[in-house]
């Protein structure tokens, strides 16, 4: 008989988000008369702006001639956008990443998980905890990382790095070795960004121990602080130990249109081999392209009407972002994040559990928020709070949490 892979049947019940709206779905339904706001929403809710819309439009109306029709693409993007891509997202900033370097695909998602089939089983994952789920669950999904272990809620093959007030929630090279390391800045969930500094250690210990840093750098587009960088390779060194994951999903609204990218340097090699080339043999053999239709719409992004659009959609959600922090923190409460990142890391009140705050505030104030103890150990105490909603409805919410707390 036909085994399973048996490494699914140790992930723990139920995924975080499907929690959550298990929840909210079971307190809509007692409580039919109850308007909840979400501020546990991960999903971009603004438009797509009027540029990439045009930019689609035209290539819809190309795939209906025979000169303009496209079948399967480049495995890897049209060369328009991986050039594009080198062009406004690293030269621009001084930093030299090649279109060949550039691997357009259908989400940051999907290649955070699947970059793991290219490294063999047997390697030392590090995970900073909390974390956004996707790279422990894949992890354990391709037997990397041990057994869970309920009682701690860690694997115990997992490095976990604790990211804690005490270390403004970026931790430091751990002490042991480990091979694969995953770092994301800005950083989902606690909203938190490193520094050069910090990250030239990370570079550093990567370098000096032959390990990789997987760099997910889904939200650079809210980095608003001077001197921070937003992309590993601004730092000295990253390009023989860093791989990068880059989104339109927040950058540019794209969470239904599916179009990210990953970076991977052709310095970068482990054991003689250039992970390049790797990377694009894992590309060709399972994945066919993103649609064209698509790609146009990212590379319009990178038209001066389209940096002006996404940077205003952006800045709505910014502004979200700084209703939330001011408005509770104006309450007494403490609140970390959000000035580089859409997410806020509220600590909950008096060391209340992160899920006993959920209830609470679901229920006294019908808001909904991500508990911090879904994404890891360390994440206890906490509630993540978004700033992709509607406007009027964030700064509602956050009336309603200042008046039970
Ligand atoms: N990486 C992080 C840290 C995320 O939070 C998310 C989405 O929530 C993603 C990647 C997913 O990006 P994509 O929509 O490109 O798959």
Known sequence: MVKVNENYLKLPGSYLFSEVARRIAAYSQANPQAKIIKLSIGDVTRPLVPAVIQAMHA?????????????????????????????????????????????????????CGNIGDIFGVDNV??????????????????????????????WNKLIYMPCVESNGFTPEPPKERADLIYLCYPNNPTGAMATREQLQAWVDYANANGSVILYDSAYEAFITGEDIPHTIFEIEGARTCAIEFRSYSKTAGFTGNRCAYTVVPMELERGGVKLNSLWNRRQCTKFNGVPYVIQRGAAAIYTPEGKEQTRQSIAYYQKNAQVIREGLTSAGMTCFGGTNAPYI?????????SWDFFDLVLD???????????FGPSGEGYVRLTAFGDADATREAVERVKAIV
């Open 125 to 154: 994952v590090a995970v900073c905890d909390p974390v956004y789920p996707v790279y422990v669950d894949t992890n354990a999904m391709a037997g990397r990382a041990g057994d869970f272990q309920e009682e701690l809620g860690k």
């Open 364 to 374: 006294k104030a019908n808001v909904a928020t991500t508990p911090g103890a879904g």
């Open 59 to 111: 290539a819809v109306e190309e795939m209906g001639t025979f000169e303009g029709f496209h079948g399967y693409g480049p495995e890897q993007g049209y060369p328009f956008l991986r050039e594009a891509i080198a062009q406004h997202d690293y030269a621009s900033r001084g930093v030299t990443v090649k279109p060949e370097e550039v691997f357009v695909s259908d989400g940051a998602k999907s290649d």
């Open 345 to 353: 890391w509220l600590k909950t009140p008096k060391g209340m559990g």
